[in-house]
Every structure is written in C-alpha cells, then in structure tokens.
C-alpha cells in the first residue's frame, strides 16, 4: 500500500499545481490588455515577467531541439529553420583557408603518382591530402568519416 499511498500523494501534487497554484501565478502575472500597455509596466512587473519568460523560452527552445532530432520531423523543421540562432548545424571546417569565402583545392592528376589520399574531414594540416586526423575525430565524436582515396587503374 506505500507504493499506492506515495502515487497517490504525487498525484495530489501534480492536480494542485495545474489546477490551483498554476492558474493563480497566471493569473497575477502583469500581462497588459494591448501593446502599448508593455510600456507602461514598472521594474517590479518585468521582474515578475522575468522567471516566466525564461520558463517559456527555455521549454520552446527545448521542444524545437528534440523535435529537431527526432527521426520523422526533424529533417524537415531543420530545413525550415536553419535561419534561426542555435538551429544551424555545426561547422565541419573549423581551421582551413577561413577567410576564402570557398574552400577549392585543385591537384593535378599527373602530379599524383599512383594514388592520391583526400582529406574529408577538415582536420588535416596537410589538407587537401589526409594525414589521417580522422582517426582522432572518429574517436572523439564516434564518426566514420575517412578519406577519399584516388588510384590510376592498372
């Protein structure tokens, strides 16, 4: 009966703050009837805005991120919002010719001897070639990522 008693008891939590303790904060909030009313609010009604804001702001951004990642959704909500600050994709080079606004190597087939090996991860001092950084960056992120291998045939 503890186990029944303590789901019970947490229940009782959960009901009183959605249906008491929840609509009463939303209800003293300071929230103006029109826009020009934001303007006239005092230091004390934006503090009390404050902790709201951040709650609101801080679940949306959470919500928008694990639906980001998300399997079905999440290509597609990436897509429409790579605009937005903290939805863009991370950087792959971080390192190589960053002030050209392209990155473009050209290797001469003849100057390559029998095989050329390309870097594809960004990370290669010797970059466009491989000098086998991937290794590192496979172990540190869990990638798979490994170089373009380009060979004459026989």
Not at 47 to 75: C, E, I, T
């Amino acid at each position: 009966t503890s186990t029944r008693d303590l789901t019970t008891s947490m229940m009782n939590c959960v009901s009183t703050l959605v249906k008491e303790s929840l609509p009463n904060y939303l209800h003293n909030l300071p929230i103006p009837d029109s826009v020009l009313g934001w303007f006239s609010l005092s230091i004390g009604d934006w503090v009390r805005l404050v902790p709201f804001g951040v709650a609101v702001g801080g679940l949306s951004y959470l919500s928008l991120q694990g639906l980001a990642n998300s399997p079905v959704v999440g290509p597609v909500l990436k897509e429409k919002l790579s605009m937005l600050p903290g939805m863009k994709g991370n950087r792959l080079n971080e390192t190589i010719k960053m002030d050209c606004g392209k990155v473009v190597d050209t290797v001469d087939i003849e100057d390559m001897g029998d095989k050329g090996v390309f870097c594809r991860c960004w990370k290669s001092k010797k970059f466009p070639y491989c000098d086998g950084s991937h290794a590192k960056h496979n172990t540190e992120t869990g990638d798979n990522v490994g170089p373009l291998i380009v060979k004459k045939s026989a």
